[in-house]
């Protein structure tokens, strides 16, 4: 089906013009004269491009492109305009449309730039196209993938969502935990209500408890609300729930079984009774904690009523492609109108060969850095070298290259990991599942 052109001028015999010569490349050419008669168009019928006149009487090619716009925003409009009013036709560029001719121009030269703007308009609606398909078959909300193991999850997440129950995410660092909370809530009877989430690895434990339950003014500090009652009537996440200090613990299962809060510095009196729903999250192993007296096992039968666990970037391999060019079409929809770089199959493939100790987030840090450092259009394999570290298996090969005692081998891996992490000696800990205390013990021998 031919494209349907608008043509627009208050001097009929330009716009009958232009309208015959775009007929003759195969467009289908309607022409209005003037733009009381193109605003009556645009009413009336559905058009894919406009070709207008800059200035004309009464009601200008200005006024055609907002009236455009308001009507079909992606629609591209090309404004014609004399040399002496350039300014006019650039502050229509900023204002939306899609480029301009100066008159007198070739009659190629408007076919060319017609042909241009309904290519970008094509291309566009394609990508939306297939976004849309992509997000309805492989995603929950946002998160994305297509893997057996994400069709489960997604399946769990559309049951859990609508109920009240609590919920525990498990999962390493970086694979979206507070995205999947995010998701069910918004899946959940309280989506219009208050999502509050609070990393209760942030502080000490006494500013913890300010900021989760509050305080009365008989504290001395003046009154100040808590989180808990900013989640009333909506979804309170609390990430990293295993780093909760034990007294915290204590006073946390109390609200969750009278859903009361009580402020810090009131007493009985001062008790708010609250309604949230309840959703936890750690990367740490809580049943371990749990026999090791670090966390309340009446508080984690509480949080574990429905655990939800998320697999790692590297469990579900085949997911990477379509991750990799969700996070380039996110890149160009934030930060640029250029036409999307492409990533080459033996660059994708090593993408994938990597063991991405850091999840999904590492892999959206890792994209969003050969997009900004690519000199190409194409990322290829050189472009992974500056940003991402080397393959596991070659590192780990490294690591393995001679028979060492385990203990060296451990330090060995321990210091690939910082190198991993940048140095990050928390993140480091927390990726292995041990104390941070281990990592600098050692490297203090070390050292020594």
């Known amino acids: ?96 449309a899609f480029h301009y001719l100066t008159k007198p121009f070739k009659m190629e030269e408007a076919a060319l730039c017609l042909d241009r703007a309904l290519s970008q308009q094509q291309l566009q609606r394609e990508n939306q196209r297939l976004r849309r398909a992509v997000q309805e078959r492989y995603s929950f909300h946002n998160f994305v993938g297509k893997s057996p193991i994400m069709q489960r999850l997604y399946d769990l997440l559309e049951r859990v969502s609508p109920t009240l129950a609590p919920v525990l995410i498990l999962g390493e660092p970086g694979t979206g935990k507070e995205l999947v909370a995010r998701a069910i809530h918004q899946g959940s009877q309280r989506a219009d209500r208050p999502f509050v989430a609070v990393n ?78 309840l959703i936890a999250a750690t990367n740490r192993d809580l049943d371990r904690a749990v026999a090791e007296r670090r966390f309340r096992e009446d508080l984690y039968y509480r949080l574990h009523v429905i655990p939800v666990r998320l697999p790692p970037l590297r469990a579900r391999r085949e997911d990477i492609p379509l991750l990799a060019d969700h996070f380039v079409a996110r890149f160009y929809e934030q930060h640029s109108n250029e036409s999307r770089h492409e990533i080459s199959g033996e660059a994708m493939r090593r993408l994938m060969e990597y063991a991405w100790p850091g999840n999904v ?75 941070a205390s281990t990592i600098y013990r050692m490297l203090a021998r070390e050292a020594n």
């Open 1 to 96: 089906m031919n494209a349907k052109v608008l043509v627009v001028d208050d001097e009929g015999e330009m716009a009958e013009m232009v309208g015959d010569y775009l007929g003759d490349r195969g467009y289908d050419a309607e022409v209005a004269v003037g733009g009381k008669a193109a605003l009556a168009a645009l009413r009336r019928k559905q058009y894919d491009a406009v070709i207008t006149d800059l200035r004309m009487e009464g009601t200008d090619g200005l006024d055609v492109l907002a009236a455009s716009q308001e009507r079909e925003p992606s629609r591209p409009v090309i404004l014609m305009t004399a040399f002496g009013s350039i300014d006019g036709a650039m502050d229509a560029v900023r204002r939306g």
């Open 200 to 277: 209760c690895a942030g502080g000490s434990e006494p500013l913890l408890e300010l900021e989760l339950f509050g305080r009365t003014a008989d504290a001395g500090l003046g009154a100040q609300r808590g989180l808990l009652e900013e989640a009333a009537g909506g979804t309170l996440f609390l990430d990293e729930i295993g780093e909760m200090p034990m007294g915290l613990q204590a006073k946390l299962l109390r609200t969750l079984e009278t859903s009361l809060v009580r402020p810090v510095g009131g007493g009985s009196t001062s008790e708010q009774e609250i309604d949230v729903r």
């Open 361 to 435: 987030r590492e892999l959206r840090n890792a994209i969003e850095r050969m997009l900004v450092l690519s000199r190409h259009k194409r990322i290829d394999v050189r472009d992974l070298a500056a940003a991402m570290p080397e393959p596991l298996p070659d590192a780990m090969a490294h690591l393995v290259s001679e028979i060492v005692p385990l203990r060296v081998l451990t330090r060995r891996y321990v210091e690939w990991v910082l190198g991993q992490t940048n140095g990050n000696k928390i993140r480091t800990a927390q990726l292995l599942d041990i104390d």
